[in-house]
């Protein structure tokens, strides 16, 4: 067992009891040899991974989910704080239904395998095509915004044919210290219901045939640490509660007090969410029992106590420099792009060297990110160990939550992988953002005008069986180059060419040749899908010997193949490329073709697995069904 220190930075203990308040998750430990999470070392982790990366101990947020659901009747993980399906999944497992706060959320839901009658749909401004979603989903509750929302909500069940249970979202009018762009609760917030208008919205809601009403709702704002402000909350709630009794004999059947629940960055106290669910019950029970009311059941919306402290972020330090006002500045390889928060609310998160102890002396640092802004700071004033240099890895702790929901491709660079480790062993739950993944939006360029000729030299026609010998010999040229095709050794005798090339002009393919002095020095291979429904469809591939590149011959190849596919009604051209062939899809983009997805690890090649970019283009110009 290697010795435990506890490193400068972090919060740490020698005799193995962590102090409170602790930041980082359950299974870290710092020890000789630098940071290990749940039995793997960051070292190892950032390693195989590559970094910025994100890592969740996976034991401490089952522990974290498991909590939740037990500390109230009804929980609700609040999946903007963290979406991955893996995280879906795991929260559905433990019993909890799932918050969504956008359609693209219940998509995810949806598309994670989640049962819809365990989705609530939230958020403001929903659109139509939100509604019709989630009602086509039968998502079992909607959390409405107001009066409008209902009225075009009661349109879309109705359309289903369906009858929607929904709450409504009250503002109860309470302030709350928090940074104001997380409070969510007062009279100057554009959420939900005006207390004064709850009545009057229900019961218009009453006379909705395709509407059920089950009960009312509230958030008040995010990292926020006692207890008080949600029981003044549950106060509001649980009187309009009364008033609907009172004026429209309306009861409610659920009162959801929404989340916010604080967690620790620094030196917070944590909010303990099981005490938070005692609390609330014991503050519903006294005031229903009172005015004679049925006990609703109370329900909460935990996403950042469940996810935030269980997840930490690793960053290389690639920089280190001393700034004119004698500030010391740490520069990592990442930064807004995969953590906005500090830029938006001014957060402080407790920073560690990962990968090693670390010297005895200190100094106070900055932490900075790499992109093009001077606020790209991470951490201002943390005190990390003063021999911090290129290559070592710190760690942000509580970056579990709003870290990666809130990332962008900020300076095209990719969103960090996401790993979830347990008793030793890590999965990836998100792989990294690739240069790829951000093209795949891309829409189609015009296409390419040629610039200058081929080499007048160079013949192009339709291949014929005496090219077969030499187009033997170029074949086994291109795959002696490696990494461009798939093959990796050529068994193909002549013959075999030879017969293939006596129709390389039919309705079914076209095979087509760059021939220079009798050599082969260019082929393109087009063929159409034989199903009757994707007949519509063929498949590319291309080719140019390495002493005849950048002349124009893969242009004019990839020309002859449109002609082709013209002339047979072929409507779309599909085909798949290495990621590192840059030239390949940039001539592919002049033709128009666009990234339409990617098969992860589709080359098992001598060299290891390769992906593979799958591309497309319409054979007209403009012609896309979207």
């Given at each position: 067992m290697a010795e435990r220190v506890a490193p400068i930075g972090a919060t740490g203990s020698t005799t193995g009891v962590s102090p409170a308040p602790n930041p980082w998750p359950a299974n870290v430990t710092f020890e000789a040899d630098g940071m290990w999470l749940a039995g793997q070392s960051a070292a190892a982790l950032a390693g195989r991974f590559a970094t910025p990366l994100l890592v969740f101990d996976q034991e401490d947020l089952t522990a974290r989910l498991r909590a939740a659901r037990l500390a109230f009747p009804k929980t609700f993980y609040a999946i903007k704080a963290f979406t991955a399906h893996a995280m879906l999944r795991l929260a559905i497992d433990e019993g909890l239904d799932l918050l969504a706060a956008s359609g693209g959320e219940v998509e995810a839901c949806v598309r994670a395998g989640v049962p819809p009658s365990r989705i609530a749909f939230h958020g403001r401004n929903k659109s139509d095509d939100e509604l019709e979603l989630a009602v086509r989903a039968r998502v079992g509750l909607v959390i409405a915004d107001g009066l409008d929302e209902l009225r075009r909500l009661d349109g879309s069940a109705g359309a289903a044919g369906i009858?929607?249970?929904?709450?409504?979202?009250?503002?109860?009018?309470?302030?709350?210290?928090?940074?104001?762009?997380?409070?969510?609760?007062?009279?100057?917030?554009?959420?939900?219901?005006?207390?004064?208008?709850?009545?009057?919205?229900?019961?218009?809601?009453?006379?909705?045939?395709?509407?059920?009403?089950?009960?009312?709702?509230?958030?008040?704002?995010?990292?926020?640490?006692?207890?008080?402000?949600?029981?003044?909350?549950?106060?509001?709630?649980?009187?309009?509660?009364?008033?609907?009794?009172?004026?429209?004999?309306?009861?409610?059947?659920?009162?959801?007090?929404?989340?916010?629940?604080?967690?620790?960055?620094?030196?917070?106290?944590?909010?303990?969410?099981?005490?938070?669910?005692?609390?609330?019950?014991?503050?519903?029970?006294?005031?229903?029992?009172?005015?004679?009311?049925?006990?609703?059941?109370?329900?909460?919306?935990?996403?950042?106590?469940?996810?935030?402290?269980?997840?930490?972020?690793?960053?290389?330090?690639?920089?280190?420099?001393?700034?004119?006002?004698?500030?010391?500045?740490?520069?990592?390889?990442?930064?807004?792009?995969?953590?906005?928060?500090?830029?938006?609310?001014?957060?402080?998160?407790?920073?560690?060297?990962?990968?090693?102890?670390?010297?005895?002396?200190?100094?106070?640092?900055?932490?900075?990110?790499?992109?093009?802004?001077?606020?790209?700071?991470?951490?201002?004033?943390?005190?990390?160990?003063?021999?911090?240099?290129?290559?070592?890895?710190?760690?942000?702790?509580?970056?579990?939550?709003?870290?990666?929901?809130?990332?962008?491709?900020?300076?095209?660079?990719?969103?960090?992988?996401?790993?979830?480790?347990?008793?030793?062993?890590?999965?990836?739950?998100?792989?990294?953002?690739?240069?790829?993944?951000?093209?795949?939006?891309?829409?189609?360029?015009?296409?390419?005008?040629?610039?200058?000729?081929?080499?007048?030299?160079?013949?192009?026609?339709?291949?014929?069986?005496?090219?077969?010998?030499?187009?033997?010999?170029?074949?086994?040229?291109?795959?002696?180059?490696?990494?461009?095709?798939?093959?990796?050794?050529?068994?193909?005798?002549?013959?075999?060419?030879?017969?293939?090339?006596?129709?390389?002009?039919?309705?079914?393919?076209?095979?087509?040749?760059?021939?220079?002095a009798g050599r082969v020095v260019g082929h393109v291979y087009i063929q159409r899908e034989a199903h009757p429904v994707t007949r519509h469809v063929a498949t590319i591939g291309i080719a140019v010997s390495a002493d005849h590149r950048g002349l124009g011959i893969g242009r004019e190849l990839m020309a002859e193949a449109f002609r082709w596919a013209r002339s047979v009604d072929v409507e779309k051209i599909m085909l798949s490329v290495y990621p590192h062939n840059h030239a390949a899809i940039a001539l592919y983009r002049r033709f128009g073709f666009v990234e339409e997805g990617r098969l992860v690890g589709h080359s098992r090649k001598s060299s290891g697995y390769e992906d593979e970019i799958l591309m497309s283009a319409w054979v007209e110009e403009g012609r896309v069904p979207w």
């Amino acid at each position: 067992m290697a010795e435990r220190v506890a490193p400068i930075g972090a919060t740490g203990s020698t005799t193995g009891v962590s102090p409170a308040p602790n930041p980082w998750p359950a299974n870290v430990t710092f020890e000789a040899d630098g940071m290990w999470l749940a039995g793997q070392s960051a070292a190892a982790l950032a390693g195989r991974f590559a970094t910025p990366l994100l890592v969740f101990d996976q034991e401490d947020l089952t522990a974290r989910l498991r909590a939740a659901r037990l500390a109230f009747p009804k929980t609700f993980y609040a999946i903007k704080a963290f979406t991955a399906h893996a995280m879906l999944r795991l929260a559905i497992d433990e019993g909890l239904d799932l918050l969504a706060a956008s359609g693209g959320e219940v998509e995810a839901c949806v598309r994670a395998g989640v049962p819809p009658s365990r989705i609530a749909f939230h958020g403001r401004n929903k659109s139509d095509d939100e509604l019709e979603l989630a009602v086509r989903a039968r998502v079992g509750l909607v959390i409405a915004d107001g009066l409008d929302e209902l009225r075009r909500l009661d349109g879309s069940a109705g359309a289903a044919g369906i009858v929607q249970p929904f709450l409504l979202r009250v503002n109860p009018g309470l302030r709350v210290d928090t940074h104001e762009s997380i409070a969510t609760g007062h009279e100057s917030t554009a959420f939900g219901v005006p207390a004064s208008a709850v009545s009057e919205t229900v019961a218009a809601a009453a006379s909705m045939p395709h509407l059920r009403f089950l009960g009312l709702h509230a958030h008040i704002g995010s990292q926020v640490l006692t207890t008080e402000p949600f029981l003044h909350e549950l106060d509001v709630l649980v009187a309009l509660t009364a008033r609907l009794r009172e004026q429209h004999g309306i009861a409610v059947d659920m009162l959801d007090m929404g989340g916010g629940f604080g967690i620790t960055y620094t030196d917070e106290r944590m909010l303990s969410v099981s005490e938070m669910g005692a609390a609330a019950e014991r503050r519903l029970r006294v005031p229903c029992g009172e005015r004679g009311l049925p006990v609703p059941t109370l329900a909460a919306e935990p996403g950042r106590s469940i996810a935030g402290n269980a997840g930490i972020t690793l960053y290389r330090v690639g920089d280190r420099r001393t700034l004119g006002d004698g500030r010391t500045v740490i520069a990592v390889d990442g930064g807004m792009s995969d953590n906005i928060r500090p830029m938006l609310y001014d957060a402080h998160y407790m920073v560690a060297v990962a990968s090693r102890p670390g010297g005895p002396l200190t100094e106070s640092v900055t932490v900075v990110g790499r992109h093009c802004e001077s606020g790209d700071v991470l951490a201002d004033g943390v005190t990390l160990p003063s021999d911090v240099e290129r290559g070592d890895l710190l760690a942000f702790a509580a970056t579990g939550a709003y870290t990666y929901s809130l990332a962008s491709t900020y300076n095209r660079v990719g969103r960090p992988a996401v790993v979830a480790v347990r008793e030793g062993q890590a999965s990836v739950w998100i792989r990294r953002e690739e240069p790829g993944d951000l093209d795949r939006l891309e829409a189609p360029a015009p296409r390419a005008v040629p610039q200058k000729d081929p080499p007048a030299d160079i013949t192009l026609r339709p291949a014929q069986p005496e090219d077969a010998r030499s187009f033997l010999s170029f074949w086994k040229a291109i795959v002696a180059e490696g990494g461009y095709v798939r093959s990796e050794e050529v068994e193909t005798p002549a013959r075999v060419y030879r017969a293939r090339f006596r129709q390389s002009w039919t309705d079914r393919e076209a095979q087509v040749v760059a021939i220079d002095a009798g050599r082969v020095v260019g082929h393109v291979y087009i063929q159409r899908e034989a199903h009757p429904v994707t007949r519509h469809v063929a498949t590319i591939g291309i080719a140019v010997s390495a002493d005849h590149r950048g002349l124009g011959i893969g242009r004019e190849l990839m020309a002859e193949a449109f002609r082709w596919a013209r002339s047979v009604d072929v409507e779309k051209i599909m085909l798949s490329v290495y990621p590192h062939n840059h030239a390949a899809i940039a001539l592919y983009r002049r033709f128009g073709f666009v990234e339409e997805g990617r098969l992860v690890g589709h080359s098992r090649k001598s060299s290891g697995y390769e992906d593979e970019i799958l591309m497309s283009a319409w054979v007209e110009e403009g012609r896309v069904p979207w």
